[in-house]
């Protein structure tokens, strides 16, 4: 592999001792080799270290950083950003996983229509790995515009097509993360709302690929699906920081 990949996956850790042998597996499958493995493990305090150790020992490809304090999921993938060396840049849940030929398909569609975001549909786990539901299913290949992907991610009025605000069923260009000085929220959740408005707000144009899924497992006791008073909090966050960005770079006239 060259010392410039073509995509960067990034993987936050923290404390999933009983999935994160699965969410690499996954990867180091891919019928693609043309990419760089970056983990950031942030601060787990169960056995993650010792089987990320043993999962990625001998590849030459994978990045690894052990973090001293946990900083959030947000702040981690920050870090793999700015360790990444790909054109591309995905990431991934160390609790989900991948269709075998999943970045090999969103690569090639990504360059082919020389789009700055690609996204795939979405398979949802509920505590079950063996009876999906289609979260989220394009039902045909096509481009769209950055202003109608926004459209469709902010349900601005009925249509066939939805996004998801999750980051991980998309690859970005990097250069449009970079230009645009697009990184996530300080907030510990909800902060995918905010980094998926400001990636399709700069966006031109947008691929949809129907043939090949993320797996998104949701664990009843995982942070992104408990609901508490904090996570209020953090969404109120998160939209608070979104205005003032938005007024910052003289947009929010156009999204009010």
Known sequence: MSNYPLLSIIVPVYNTEKYISRCI??????????????IINDASTDKSDEIIK??????????????????????????????????????IDSDD???SSYYEIMTQTIVKNDADICVSGIKTEIDDVYFPKFRYDYPFNTVISGEFGLH?????????????????????????LED???????????????????????AEKISLVNN???????????ATHNFSKSYI???VFILNSLK???????LFSFYE
Do not use: C
């Not at 043993?54 to 793999?80: D, E, H, Q, W």
């Not at 003032?244 to 003289?250: A, D, E, G, S």
């Open 54 to 91: 043993k999962r990625i020992s001998g590849l030459k490809n994978a990045k690894y950083y052990v973090l001293k304090k946990n900083i959030g999921v947000g702040n981690a993938r920050n870090i793999g950003m700015e360790n990444s060396k790909g054109k591309y840049i995905g990431f």
């Open 97 to 99: 996983w991948l269709d």
């Open 244 to 250: 003032k960005t938005l007024v910052q770079r003289n």
């Open 180 to 202: 645009n000085q697009l990184l996530f929220d300080k907030s510990r959740r909800s902060q995918d709302n905010y980094f998926t408005f400001m990636a399709l707000l700069y």
């Open 152 to 176: 469709s991610l902010t349900d601005m009025y009925n249509h066939d097509i939805r996004i998801s605000p999750i980051v991980n069923n998309k690859i970005y260009k990097k250069s449009l």
């Open 25 to 38: 597996e996954t990867i180091v499958s891919q019928s693609m080799n043309d990419y760089e493995l970056i």
């Open 233 to 235: 909090d953090d969404y």
């Open 212 to 222: 090949t899924f993320y797996h998104y497992y949701q664990r009843p006791k995982s």
